[in-house]
């Protein structure tokens, strides 16, 4: 696609049940990131995948969280048992290259009520 | 380990003043590479600029210049005669290559400058 592209926008969910953030980055870009950014603050690094792996998951806040990509394309970040905290903005970004600049998605902002 | 620092949390200026916001990153590879983002209030991250370790050669665009001092560890960000649409949020990232894959690796940012450009 044109862009990275994230879904939905906007979740509100109850605090306990599971959520499902999806990305689709662009067409071609081996590389996946996935940030939080709670109100106001920085972009907190949750997992890259190069490829269809994830060399680096060290980010993950807790067993809570997972994600995975398929076909080198989409990737899914799942909440379970949300908590209030979780509330933030999600963030996607894509690359194709080691030393070319990543793309963002305009995020999905979950909020656990 | 890999790591950004964006000592300054805000800034405040009048419009028509220069600012430099500055980036101090850590890393154990010799070779990496460092970014600039702003984010505008709308939220969207709009990529700026992309330095490679071995490329120390200051660089200027329009208004925006960059400092890159392998010395010091820093990657400074310089707005000239600044307007109040340089408003946002600005980060420096860092991204090193992935051991493994020879890939992509990591990117980290820095907690993010807000600056505010007043009239």
């Known amino acids: 696609g044109a862009g990275v592209s994230q879904s939905p926008s906007n979740k509100v969910t109850e605090k306990g049940k599971d959520v499902e953030l999806r990305c689709d980055p662009i067409?071609?870009?081996?590389?996946l990131y996935w940030y939080r950014q709670r109100l106001g603050q920085g972009l907190e690094f949750l997992i890259y995948f190069q490829g269809n792996s994830a060399p680096d998951k060290s980010g993950l806040p807790s067993d809570r969280f997972s994600a995975e990509r398929t076909g080198e394309s989409v990737s899914t970040l799942t909440i379970q048992r949300t908590q209030q905290e979780d509330s933030a903005v999600y963030l996607c970004?894509?690359?194709?290259?080691?030393?070319?600049?990543?793309?963002f998605g305009q995020g999905t902002r979950l909020t656990v009520v | 380990a890999q790591k950004v620092t964006q000592a300054q949390t805000e800034i405040s200026v009048v419009e028509k003043e220069d600012v430099t916001l500055d980036c101090v990153y850590e890393?154990?590879?010799?070779?990496?590479?460092l970014f600039w983002y702003k984010q505008p209030p709308s939220g969207e991250l709009v990529f700026l600029i992309r330095?490679?370790?071995?490329?120390?050669q200051n660089e200027i665009s329009g208004r925006y210049s960059w400092n890159f001092q392998k010395s010091t560890s820093s990657f400074n960000f310089t707005i000239t005669a600044s307007q109040v649409v340089d408003s946002a949020v600005y980060f420096c990232?860092?991204?090193?290559?992935?051991?493994?894959?020879?890939?992509?690796?990591?990117?980290?940012f820095g907690q993010g400058t807000e600056l505010s450009v007043k009239p």
């Open positions: 067409s071609g870009h081996t590389a």
């Open positions: 970004a894509s690359r194709r290259q080691p030393n070319t600049e990543a793309f």
């Open positions: 890393t154990r590879d010799t070779t990496y590479y």
């Open positions: 990232a860092l991204s090193e290559p992935d051991m493994i894959y020879n890939q992509g690796g990591k990117l980290i």
């Open positions: 330095r490679n370790s071995f490329d120390e």
